[in-house]
Structures are given as C-alpha cells and as structure tokens.
C-alpha cells in the first residue's frame, strides 16, 4: 500500500499545498497541524456511509480510513467549525465547513472541489 506509507511521510510538511481542491494526506497533514492533532496524513475511524454521501471524488482514499470511533482531527474540526463533534465527516459536517469557509453549502466535496481549494488557500496562508 504505498499511498498510506506516503500519508506517513512527513518528509514535505514544511511546503506549501497544491490548491487542487482534492483532500489528500498533505492536506489531511496540514489540517492536523492546524488544528494541534497527530500529524499523520491519516482520517481515521470513518463511516463508509457517511463518506458516500459527501465524496464525489475530492475526499482521495488515501489519506481516509474506513472504521469505527471516528476521528480526533474531525472532532477538533467540528469543534472549531460549529459542529456536532461526533468524529465522523459527512454530509452535515462538510456543510459546516463549506459555510465556514464561504463556499456553496451543498455537503458535496466533489472533484476538484471549491471548498477544499479554499481550505488548501487558507491553510497555506495560515488563516485556518
């Protein structure tokens, strides 16, 4: 599984995101610096439904994993964008976020998706 020892390798942390509007592990990994969790490139404990609802493609399988218990990265990110901080990232935590950030508020990260180019703007800008 190469993808996932690439999410492990912090080796290009200090750089600064591609705005490409696709969540992968550098962008998981930035995130998780911002937001003061582990910073493994790695959404952990995610509900294969939830995510259904929400990736049409921007969410790369790479960096999110498919269990149970959720994820301390998503509860601080829901904490920090008003909401319900279950740990799991769906439809109504992407919506959340869209507002958050000022973009369409349709709980679809899409491929390339607007709201994660900003989110990728925002953390290379350090305003996240």
Same mark, same amino acid.
């Given at each position: ?19 490409? @509007?696709?969540? !992968?592990?550098?962008?998981? /990994? *930035?995130? $998780?610096?911002?937001? #003061?969790?582990?910073? =493994? &490139? ?24 498919? @269990?149970?218990? !959720?994820?301390?990265?998503? /509860? *601080?990110? $829901?904490?920090?964008? #008003?909401?319900?901080? =279950? &740990? ?32 990728? /703007? ?7």
């Amino acid at each position: 599984m190469p993808y996932l020892e690439f999410c492990f390798n912090p080796s290009n942390s200090s750089s600064k995101l591609s705005v490409d @509007g696709y969540w !992968g592990c550098a962008t998981t /990994r *930035a995130v $998780q610096k911002a937001l #003061g969790t582990t910073q =493994d &490139g790695i959404v952990s404990g995610q509900d294969a439904g939830d995510l259904a609802k929400c990736n049409r493609g921007g969410l790369e399988s790479s960096s999110w994993q498919i @269990g149970h218990g !959720g994820s301390m990265m998503v /509860r *601080a990110l $829901q904490r920090k964008i #008003g909401a319900n901080p =279950d &740990g799991y990232f769906g439809v109504n935590t992407c919506k959340a976020l869209q507002k958050y950030l000022g973009t369409t508020q349709d709980g679809i990260v899409s491929a390339p998706s607007s709201m994660v180019k900003e989110l990728q /703007r925002r953390l290379n800008d350090g305003k996240f």
